[in-house]
């Protein structure tokens, strides 16, 4: 099976743009997680999607949001990009809710000049 | 104060040592505990998966867990140079799905 994929892999944009990020999960999994991750902050969980709807929300600014499709594939968008957005993003896949097991794509590195 | 502390390291040590990986929390509630491995421009992966207290072992890795103290170890033994990693633990309580995640233990194996 393929495992998640995630694109772009390197993203630089300005501050006050905006970006979109696309994740693709392994086939058959339905659930869709976000993370950032900062060499200060360790892993932040930003919002985990399920059949389409979000199940779990994390602190960040309603800047952030995301969606899942009916393919379960899922985007993120951040909006009016601050320096501190700077970060890896990493999208994790799961076949179900709940479930701890999670299987991460290799991230997309963004950078905000 | 963060709910789960872990020390971002670097840890460096020999070939072939143990390696002891630690991480604390504060919230008695955490019964799900995993240790994953990060290797540079990587995802993470996970590793082990324990429930409550106890021991885990899975060939040179052991995961172990301490309700009482609120502390988990992850044990390398025979370390190689292919376990440089960041290895990270994460861990949530009861009906909560959300993973808490500690911030990473950069690990450096040395030939």
């Known amino acids: 099976k393929a495992g998640v994929t995630q694109t772009p892999r390197y993203l630089i944009k300005t501050r006050g743009q905006q970006v979109t990020l696309s994740c693709s999960p392994i086939?058959?999994?339905?659930?869709v997680s976000w993370y950032q991750q900062t060499p200060g902050q360790g892993l932040q969980f930003l919002f985990e999607?399920?059949?389409?709807?979000?199940?779990n929300k994390g602190n960040f600014p309603g800047r952030f949001s995301g969606r899942q499709f009916s393919n379960s594939r899922s985007e993120m968008n951040v909006s009016t990009l601050e320096l501190g957005d700077s970060a890896l993003y990493l999208c994790?896949?799961?076949?179900?809710?709940?479930?701890?097991?999670?299987?991460f794509g290799p991230g997309t590195r963004l950078t905000v000049l | 104060q963060k709910e789960v502390e872990q020390d971002p390291g670097p840890l460096s040590v020999p070939e072939g040592a143990i390696v002891s990986l630690n991480c604390t929390y504060s919230?008695?509630?955490?019964?799900?505990f995993m240790w994953y491995r990060q290797y540079s421009r990587k995802g993470p992966e996970l590793l082990m998966y324990?429930?409550s207290s106890g021991n885990k072992e899975d060939g040179r890795f052991t995961a172990q867990v301490d309700k009482s103290s609120k502390y988990i170890s992850l044990f390398i033994r025979d370390s190689q140079p292919s376990d440089s990693a960041t290895y990270l633990c994460?861990?949530?309580?009861?009906?909560?799905?959300?993973?808490?995640w500690g911030a990473g233990t950069k690990l450096i194996i040395k030939p």
């Open positions: 994790a896949s799961s076949p179900r809710d709940g479930t701890d097991t999670q299987y």
């Open positions: 086939s058959g999994h339905r659930s």
């Open positions: 999607y399920f059949s389409e709807t979000q199940r």
């Open positions: 919230n008695s509630a955490f019964q799900y």
């Open positions: 324990t429930y």
């Open positions: 994460a861990m949530r309580g009861g009906s909560n799905y959300q993973l808490i």
